[in-house]
């Protein structure tokens, strides 16, 4: 990838002409729309969701831990990983909500 952008930088500074100046600038701008829009848009969407998170909800750690939620904190949560067994986590380590045993398939 950086040879690409080496091999393109230099016809460029070699006086190549406009073009390739142009060819440069709409590279840069598919990376953006292709690689950096999207990351930021799944960060806001994981942002959002943390701040959406409520007691009696059944979450996914980081770490694969399975738990319901007690109580939120502005950057920790009360994670009831067993009955009376509680757990103080990050928010920031929270990625998914787990599914009801009842919505899972039946083998």
Known sequence: MNTILTILLQEAQAGAGW???IFIVA???IFYFFMIRPQTKRQKEIQ??????KSGDKVITAGGIHGKIKNVKENTVVLEIADGLQITIEKSSIYATAPDASEQPQK
Request: proline content about 0%; glycine content about 8%.
């Open 48 to 53: 959002k969701f943390r701040q959406g998170l």
């Open 19 to 21: 073009s390739n100046i």
């Open 27 to 29: 590279l840069v701008a």
